[in-house]
């Protein structure tokens, strides 16, 4: 009887502790003893610069959480977007590209907020009515997003960024495309 009673008290406290820092800790632990994958999905609001309409897009990171603070990143990326250039009727455009990303976390937690620097490449393609362009271009993103673990190998993660493009430089005109980005997707452990 007794132990029944001391069970039922440390269940109780435990319960009114909180169990969110020991989910937080096993995710914790999880992430950063594994590789682990993140899919994800985009919303791109493009700059005044391209005359175009907002797109969608998808891509997939792999990663590693390097220590209690950081995570390293390696993301590809596609983006796809209607033109309304007023010059060609019109033009569809793609942008693939791939990213190296470091995450900064305030804190890890159940609900653990961070910022994100990267760098990269992008090939953009615009396909018009009576013409083709593609061109490579640098990129440059800095944001801040969050995560939330819903299980030990299951965590929700968005952001949101601003993307520097330097592709008008490369096409030798003066400036840079200016974007937003918003992504959201999914973390799971890969364990080796």
Same mark, same amino acid.
């Given at each position: 009887m007794k132990n029944k009673l001391l069970r039922l008290f440390l269940g109780c406290g435990l319960l009114l502790t909180g169990l969110t820092p020991a989910v937080a800790e096993s995710v914790y632990d999880t992430l950063s003893k594994d590789?682990? /994958?993140? +899919?994800?999905?985009? *919303?791109?609001?493009? =700059? =005044?610069d391209t005359a175009a309409t907002d797109g969608w897009g998808a891509g997939l990171a792999i990663g590693k959480v390097l220590n209690e603070r950081? %995570?390293?990143?390696?993301?590809?990326l596609w983006h796809g977007y209607d %033109?309304? $250039? *007023?010059?060609?009727n019109g033009a569809e455009t793609d942008l693939i590209g791939a990213t190296a990303d470091l995450q900064y976390y305030f804190m890890r937690d159940k609900f653990s907020p961070y910022a994100v620097a990267s760098v990269g490449g992008m090939t953009t393609r615009m396909d018009g009515p009576a013409f083709s362009l593609e061109d490579a !271009?640098? /990129?440059?993103?800095?944001?801040?997003? !969050?995560?939330?673990s819903l299980h030990k190998y299951?965590?929700?993660? =968005?952001?949101?960024? *601003?993307r $520097? %493009?330097?592709? +008008?430089? !490369?096409?030798?005109?003066?400036g840079v495309l200016n974007d937003a980005v918003v %992504?959201? =997707?999914?973390?799971?452990?890969v364990p080796f």
């Open positions: 590789v682990y /994958i993140a +899919p994800f999905g985009s *919303y791109l609001h493009t =700059g =005044g950081f %995570n390293v990143e390696l993301r590809g %033109n309304d $250039l *007023y010059c060609c !271009s640098f /990129i440059f993103e800095a944001g801040v997003g !969050s995560s939330y299951l965590t929700v993660r =968005g952001d949101v960024r *601003y $520097l %493009n330097t592709l +008008p430089t !490369s096409l030798g005109q003066d %992504n959201l =997707g999914f973390v799971l452990p």
